[in-house]
């Protein structure tokens, strides 16, 4: 029996630490704290370092100088939440709100003033996220001078978008060879990022010029530049059919609508202790997100509705069986459903590879 505890504290242990090291969890806390000449503050004595959905937050303010209050409004997210009269305890419950930071406020009405206090709470996942292995089914060329930032099938046919200022293109390919089909190369001045294919165009983002290009499915004729409309960077994409999803470089998955390129919402990607920041290449697969992290040799399952971190895959064996530097990022998730496998590669890898998750 003892040994059996033993065993299982190890295995503890051991996932602990290979979720740190997939992951760097950036641990949470709370952050911005009152401005201390305030005669208020938000009474944080019984906060917690870290919130779920299913918390309930009991607020009042400490009044230390004694003042008389006739009543209390919140907010959180410069969203009204409720009110008491005088000082009362308010309850809030976190049922709706995003995984993240819940910026509360406080405004104290008394004596024929008002005085505002601030702070924040951090919202994590209360899903523990699973370890899943993977299974090489078939290893591929790729051609190594490509920078992957995308990877998406369409029908049969495999296509790549890469980075880079001056050699960013979309490329149609043979997946079982790696050779190039067809290939459009964008103008010097964008590096390319993610794409995607929905409702018979390709989607392709740039990098740091907030500029997209809509291309004909078949023919990969460009017939729209568009503009997005939030101050983002361009990184990952994909989509349900209905909406696109992309990836910013932080923790958020944005939702956009592909009929006016326009953002609707967003998620906050985090697992049972921190974000996950840098969400790089995305891919739709049976309802839920496979994403990329930039600089780690790991692809986690994002539940698109909350942004939790439901699974990982650990992907760092592959690097033993490509020719790849530190430097050669993991990077490309495209997945076949015919097959229902995945294809996965990295920045400049000699390598795709077929993988089967279990």
């Keep these: 029996m003892l040994y059996i505890v033993i065993v299982k504290k190890l295995e503890m242990k051991k996932y602990k630490a ?3 090291i997939l992951l760097t969890a950036t641990f949470s806390s709370c952050g911005d704290k009152n401005n201390s000449k305030n005669l208020f503050s938000i009474d944080e004595t019984q906060f917690k370092a870290m919130f779920h959905t299913s918390d309930t937050l009991h607020l009042t303010l400490k009044n230390e100088a004694n003042k008389t209050i006739d009543s209390v409004t919140y907010y959180n997210n410069d969203k009204r939440i409720g009110a008491v009269k005088g000082n009362m305890k308010f309850d809030y419950a976190l049922t709706n709100e995003k995984l993240g930071y819940q910026n509360l406020k406080a ?10 206090t601030t702070t924040r709470i951090e919202m994590v996942s209360s899903i523990e996220p699973k370890i899943l292995t993977y299974t090489v089914l078939n290893t591929y060329p790729h051609d190594t001078a490509s920078f992957t930032e995308g990877l998406e099938f369409y029908g049969d046919f495999l296509y790549e978008s890469t980075g880079k200022n001056g050699t960013s293109y979309v490329r149609k390919t043979d997946p079982k060879t790696g050779k190039s089909l067809q290939q459009v190369t964008i103008d010097a001045k964008y590096f390319g990022e993610g794409i995607t294919f929905i409702n018979e165009k390709l989607f392709q983002l740039t990098w740091q ?17 568009f503009s997005f409309d939030k101050k983002i960077e361009g990184w990952g994409m994909t989509n349900d059919k209905q909406y696109i999803y992309q990836s910013d470089g932080t923790e958020k998955i944005w939702k956009m609508n592909p009929e ?13 202790s921190s974000k996950i920041k840098s969400v790089n290449e995305l891919e739709w697969i049976d309802g839920k997100i496979y994403a990329n992290i930039w600089q780690k040799d790991a692809i986690i399952i994002v539940n698109p509705k909350t942004g939790e971190v439901e699974a990982l895959v650990d992907l760092s064996g592959l690097r033993k069986l490509a020719k790849v530097t530190d430097n050669d990022t993991l990077n490309g998730i495209a997945y076949n459903p015919k097959t229902k496998t995945l294809f996965v590669t990295g920045k400049n890898w000699d390598k795709m590879f077929e993988i089967k998750v279990k």
Excluded: C, P, R, W
């Design 18 to 20: 290979l979720l740190f």
């Design 260 to 272: 006016n390129q326009k953002m609707i919402d967003f998620v906050n990607v985090y697992t049972n």
């Design 107 to 116: 405004t104290a009405y008394f004596e024929g003033e008002k005085e505002e």
């Design 209 to 225: 010029d907030s500029t997209g290009f809509i291309y004909d499915a078949k023919t990969l004729k460009l017939e729209k530049t």
